[in-house]
């Protein structure tokens, strides 16, 4: 059975001390509980709660009707949701039915622009254990997530981490490194900058589409590579016909309109139908806000209370959340005394391979829930721990490093 719903959680008080006094959240909810087989699934940058396909999905999430991992989650696949109950919900400060700077403020009658408080991933995690709670999840069988939705399962492993048996941290880090907190702070600006934006209060007017457009392109381009951007578009020439209409000014006209261009105006279109730039500033800040260890001595302090195991997820090609991010988190929960596996994939595609090549992703996330980091198709990085080494059925770890 699917359930698409919302939720009205009642007062919330963010970690940064502000309050609400209503959250309202939307989630779906896939198979049937059975008390012991909950999976959360913790959605990416501009994700929402339509993780899976369901038969009655309309258009209702503008542009998300496509199921965001719908070859991941579903019925046989690898996170099967006939023997699995799977929970998905929208993050607070987004735009796709959960409470966020594009919700009414109930004291003012007027949306709440950027008179929404601050939030952070703690507060994501905090509004999905409230939601959890009002389901009648206890404890989770596993959380899995990719992307910032990948920080949001570490958040739960140091919040929570007697909720949690198994953690899927999927194409993430403990932390964005400095190039990825320069390149939000630009698309940022690109929004700020638009006289659109208005201070953030533009929803009886034009919506700073300008400036979401330049802020998503930043974003695509840190979620492709160098070798699929290659592949794709080369440096052919788009021609004229395409997303853009008319040359900036006349010496433009003399240079191409390149295929990598003309791409990043298409699905700059597309994303500003979808989505509202308060909250690409509000996502894209508790993204870079997000570090492991704050409040803690170290990453593997943050970890060290987490019982169940973890599978971390990187890809050769991911220069956003990088193999390297990847495996420091892995070494810090060795040092935490966490079960941990790093299982690298070796795809060109970039950051977007998590959503894009299913076949990768799925297979490492099914032995994580059926059988835990020792299932035989997950590797590790780390051949000197391997916890099976003295079985004779263990499971083939390779080194990415001693290749
Ligand atoms: C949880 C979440 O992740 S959020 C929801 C989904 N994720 C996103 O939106 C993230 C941003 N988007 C992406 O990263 C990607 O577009 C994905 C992951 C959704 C899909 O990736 P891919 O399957 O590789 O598709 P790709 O990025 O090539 O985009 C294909 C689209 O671009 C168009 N396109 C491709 N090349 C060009 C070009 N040179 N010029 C113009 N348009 C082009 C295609 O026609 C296609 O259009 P359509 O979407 O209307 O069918
Ligand atoms: N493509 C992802 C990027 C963050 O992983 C999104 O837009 O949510």
Known sequence: MTTKNTIDLGEFQFLSGESIPSLEVAYE?????DGDNAVLICHALTGSSHVARRPDAGDETAGQARAWWG???????????????????NAPGSCYGTTGPSSENPETGEPYGTDFPPVTVGDWTRAQRALLDELGVGRLRAVIGGSVGG??????????????????????????????????????????????????????????????????????????????????????SAGRETVREEPP?????????REVESYLDYQAEKFTDRFDANSYLYMTRAMDDFD???????????LAAFEGELLALSFTGDWHFTVEQSEALAE?????????AHHVVESDHG??????????????????????????????????????????????????FSE
């Not at 909810?29 to 509980?33: D, H, P, R, S, V």
């Not at 492991?292 to 943050?302: N, P, R, T």
Request: hydrophobic share 35%; with cysteine; proline share 7%.
């Open 151 to 236: 920080m949001n399962v570490l958040d739960w492993l140091r919040r929570f981490p007697d909720d949690v048996d198994r953690a899927g941290a999927v194409a993430t880090a403990g932390r964005l490194d400095p190039q990825c907190l320069a390149l939000d702070t630009v698309a940022r600006r690109a929004i700020t900058a638009d006289p659109n934006w208005n201070g953030g209060q533009y929803y009886d007017g034009p919506d700073p589409e300008e400036g979401l457009a330049r802020a998503r392109q930043i974003g695509h381009i840190m979620y492709l590579s160098k070798a699929s951007m290659a592949r794709k578009f080369g440096r052919r």
């Open 292 to 302: 492991l260890s704050a409040g803690y001595e170290s990453d593997a302090d943050a």
């Open 351 to 400: 950051h977007d391979a998590f959503l894009v090549e299913p076949e990768k992703v799925g297979p490492p996330l099914s032995e994580l829930l059926e059988e835990g980091i020792s299932g035989r198709t997950i590797t590790d990085t780390d051949t000197d721990s391997s916890p099976n080494e003295t079985d004779s059925f263990a499971p083939v770890h390779t080194s990415l």
């Open 332 to 340: 810090a929960c060795r040092e935490g005394g966490v079960d941990v």
């Open 249 to 257: 000014d006349p010496a433009a006209a003399f240079f191409p309109y």
């Open 29 to 33: 909810t896939y198979g049937e509980f």
């Open 71 to 89: 070859d991941v989650v579903g019925p046989g696949k690898a996170i099967d949701t006939s023997e699995y109950y799977v929970v998905c919900a």
